[in-house]
């Protein structure tokens, strides 16, 4: 079974709007944190926000902010006020406390931002 | 400052060829990773490092050689590859926090990645 899900292979966004990407996650274990990272066409993945499965509040980083909803095991990703610069993979992943060094990454989505 | 440095940025090699990648970071991490990705994909993990001793291998063929000489640094070297080892290869350090809540937040910070042809 998929532990980490991203339903949207790609999604459009205009400039200076907010935009959400949706991940869903499946665990049986009460210690994990989610992550989400982007990947510009350049390669590089770069870390954006965090969230502790502890954590009671939802975590924001600048223009990211992560929709935590524990109950329904879904961590969507909002980017607000959106910029061309945003134009790039983002992943979302997960660590659990029982897996090790592991970390599952999502399927991706790719997220455009139109002029 | 959050830097992983990897070189080279891009590899045509033959699949005779010798050669290796080079991945270093100075933030003080203790956990090192190898990940392949290829297009349109998550990355995969091939191999972590923990305090300089190799902790994970994914079943990667023998082809495919880590080093890690001290905490900074993290070689992968390749030989008599296949062109399906085609890929971008990631390496990733984190501060290895083993145990406890803090282990959850291990966060992983990426190089640029080498993009790898194998002819």
């Known amino acids: 079974a998929q532990k980490i899900t991203q339903t949207q292979p790609g999604m459009f966004v205009q400039e200076k709007e907010a935009v959400t990407l949706d991940c869903t996650y499946d665990?049986?274990?009460?210690?994990?944190?989610l992550f989400w990272y982007k990947q510009p066409s350049s390669g590089e993945m770069i870390f954006l926000i965090y969230?502790?499965?502890?954590?009671?509040q939802n975590a924001t980083e600048g223009r990211y902010s992560l929709n935590f909803q524990k109950a329904r095991k879904s961590a969507n990703l909002v980017i607000s006020a959106s910029q061309l610069g945003d134009s790039a993979m983002y992943f979302c992943a997960m660590r659990e406390g029982n897996g090790g060094f592991k970390t599952i990454f999502g399927a991706g989505t790719r997220l455009f931002v139109k002029a | 400052d959050t830097e992983v440095t990897q070189t080279p940025k891009h590899l045509v090699m033959g699949m005779t060829n010798k050669k290796s990648l080079k991945c270093e970071q100075h933030m003080g991490h203790r956990a090192m990773y190898w990940y392949k990705q290829k297009a349109k994909k998550p990355p995969e993990l091939m191999f972590v490092y923990s305090y300089e001793k190799l902790s994970i291998n994914e079943s990667v063929p023998s082809r495919f050689s880590p080093e890690c000489p001290n905490s900074s640094l993290l070689n992968l070297h390749l030989h008599a590859l296949q062109p399906e080892d085609s890929a971008l290869y990631l390496c990733a350090s984190s501060q290895g926090l083993a145990g406890g809540p803090s282990w959850i937040a291990d966060t992983q910070y990426f190089g640029p990645g080498t993009r790898l042809t194998v002819l």
């Open positions: 969230q502790g499965s502890y954590d009671q």
């Open positions: 665990t049986s274990d009460p210690s994990y944190g």
